[in-house]
């Protein structure tokens, strides 16, 4: 079975710093990798996706990720953080047992901006 | 464009009662998925409904139980309600059940006294 593992339960930043939120997923011969974010009381929405293809892969508002086989890896990067970045981050990885599919989560990291 | 859409937003049920939740995928969408997540936890999968059965399911007792209907949309049940079923359920909607990309709801916030 998969696993994910998110290395930092909280990350807290200065506005305008750089951050990376560190994702480590379990190997496996295709992998499927997403990252959402989710606002307070609120549901996920889908950052970023790795399905195939560039192992860089990046989303409207600036963050983008890495798929690193070899270190079995997918971290979230920003360059310049933002106060409305303030949220958790979700990272997924794609497990399909008999054609379907389920998302294995890690435990979330909690991106706090400070001004 | 709705998206998928959950009801109620809140629930507060009494340990021992039934509750379902329900869910409307997003339009075009004909695969629902069920997670819950408890505080401070990442979501964790309950079971996935695609041609209106079960495909797969996680590892949650038969308290546990869904169904959808011909329009695509859904409906979690869970029975017997414990103090440990308070979570947020969300519900997810893709087209087809491989590798893709999911959509997910606002959620329900689900609290048993």
């Known amino acids: 079975a998969q696993s994910v593992t998110q290395l930092d339960s909280q990350v807290p930043v200065f506005e305008e710093a750089p951050v990376e939120l560190r994702c480590n997923y379990s190997?496996?011969?295709?992998?499927?990798l997403f990252w959402y974010v989710q606002y307070p009381n609120q549901g996920l929405q889908l950052l970023l996706k790795?399905?195939?293809?560039?192992?860089l892969v990046e989303s409207i508002n600036g963050f983008e990720a890495e798929f690193n086989k070899s270190q079995t890896s997918f971290h979230l990067r920003k360059p310049s953080v933002h106060i409305s970045d303030t949220a958790e981050y979700f990272c997924?990885?794609?497990?399909?047992?008999?054609?379907?599919?389920?998302?294995?989560f890690g435990q979330g990291t909690r991106l706090t901006i400070n001004p | 464009d709705a998206g998928v859409t959950q009801s109620p937003t809140h629930l507060i049920k009494t340990r021992g009662q039934q509750v379902t939740l329900r869910c409307s995928p997003k339009?075009?969408?004909?695969?629902v998925s069920w997670y819950q997540q408890a505080l401070g936890q990442g979501p964790q999968f309950i079971f996935q409904?695609?041609?209106?059965?079960?495909?797969q399911r996680g590892n949650f007792p038969d308290r546990f139980s869904g169904h959808q209907f011909p329009n695509y949309s859904s409906e979690l049940n869970v029975n017997a309600l414990l103090l440990g079923d308070s979570a947020l359920y969300l519900c997810?909607?893709?087209?087809?059940?491989?590798?893709?990309?999911?959509?997910f709801g606002q959620g329900t916030r689900l609290t048993v006294v």
């Open positions: 997810a909607s893709s087209r087809g059940t491989g590798n893709t990309e999911a959509f």
């Open positions: 190997s496996s011969v295709s992998v499927y």
């Open positions: 790795y399905l195939s293809g560039s192992t």
């Open positions: 997924a990885v794609s497990e399909v047992i008999q054609g379907a599919q389920k998302l294995v």
């Open positions: 339009s075009g969408h004909d695969t």
């Open positions: 409904y695609y041609e209106e059965e079960e495909r």
